[in-house]
C-alpha cells in the first residue's frame, strides 16, 4: 500500500530534550516536506526537500533541522525543543514537478508534539 | 495580510446543498493544491491544477491563474463531507515550496 508514515504519532517531551521525528515514503518519490499546524495560523511549510541531499527551507525553519540521505526517508530533528514547538507535524512526498502534470502531495498521518 | 485567503472560513449546509469554498491568493503561483483534513486530522490530497478545470466525483476546482482565484465546489453535499478544506499555492515550477491558506470549516447537517 502507498503511503507516508510518521513516528511517533503522540510525542510528549521537555525543553531541551533532542528529538527526532521520522517520515517513510514507499512510493519513491522526489519531493518530500515537513510542516507544522497550529490552531489559527493553519499550515506552515518547515523544510522541504526536492532530492537526496537537497533540502531548502520553508516558511518557518528556525529550531529545526533535517536530512535527506535516502530518498525514502526525511527525518525532523529538533535540537533543542522549546514549548513553542508545540504542534501537530505532518510530513508529505510527491513524485515531482511536471509543468504539464502537477502532482498530488501524500500525508502522513501527524506527529502530535507537546513540549513540557 | 495572508498572501492566501480562503473565504467563508466557516460554513454549514443542508445535505444535497451545493457548495462552493473560494481561495484568492495575492502571489504569483505555478499550481494550486486542494487538500481535505477530517475531524480526527489526517489530510487528503483532492486536486491540484494550474488551470482550468478537474473534476473527481462530485468535487470539481476550478481555478484562473491570471485572475488568482480558484474555486472548490462540491455538488449534492453529504454528512461524510464535513472537513476542513485548505487550499494551498506552489509558489513557482522549480520548487515544492507551498504557501496555505487559513481553511474553510465545513459542516454538512443530514
Known amino acids: 500500500e502507498a503511503q507516508v508514515t510518521q513516528n511517533p504519532r503522540y510525542l510528549i517531551t521537555v525543553t531541551g530534550k533532542k528529538l527526532t521525528v521520522t517520515c517513510s515514503q514507499n512510493m519513491n518519490h522526489e519531493y518530500m516536506s515537513w510542516y507544522r499546524q497550529d490552531p489559527g495560523l493553519g499550515l506552515r511549510q518547515i523544510y522541504y526537500s526536492m532530492n537526496v541531499e537537497v533540502t531548502d527551507k520553508g516558511d518557518v525553519p528556525e529550531g529545526y533541522k533535517v536530512s535527506r540521505k535516502e530518498k525514502r526517508n526525511f527525518p525532523l530533528i529538533l535540537e533543542s525543543p522549546s514549548p513553542n514547538q508545540t504542534s501537530l507535524y505532518f510530513c508529505a512526498s510527491s513524485g515531482g514537478l511536471d509543468r504539464t502534470s502537477p502532482d498530488t502531495q501524500y500525508f502522513g498521518p501527524g506527529t502530535r508534539l507537546t513540549v513540557l | 495580510k495572508n498572501e492566501v485567503e480562503q473565504s467563508p472560513q466557516n460554513l454549514t449546509a443542508q445535505e444535497g446543498e451545493f457548495i462552493t469554498i473560494n481561495c484568492s491568493y495575492s502571489?504569483?503561483?505555478?499550481?494550486l493544491h486542494w487538500l481535505q483534513q477530517h475531524p480526527g486530522g489526517g489530510i487528503v490530497s483532492l486536486f491540484m491544477l494550474s488551470s482550468g478545470k478537474k473534476k473527481h466525483g462530485r468535487l470539481i476546482a476550478t481555478i484562473n491563474i491570471q485572475e488568482k482565484h480558484s474555486s472548490l465546489h462540491i455538488t449534492a453535499s453529504h454528512p461524510r463531507d464535513s472537513a476542513v478544506y485548505i487550499c494551498a499555492g506552489r509558489r513557482s515550477y522549480n520548487t515544492d515550496k507551498l504557501i496555505f491558506g487559513t481553511g474553510t470549516r465545513l459542516q454538512v447537517f443530514p
Open positions: 502571489v504569483g503561483i505555478s499550481a
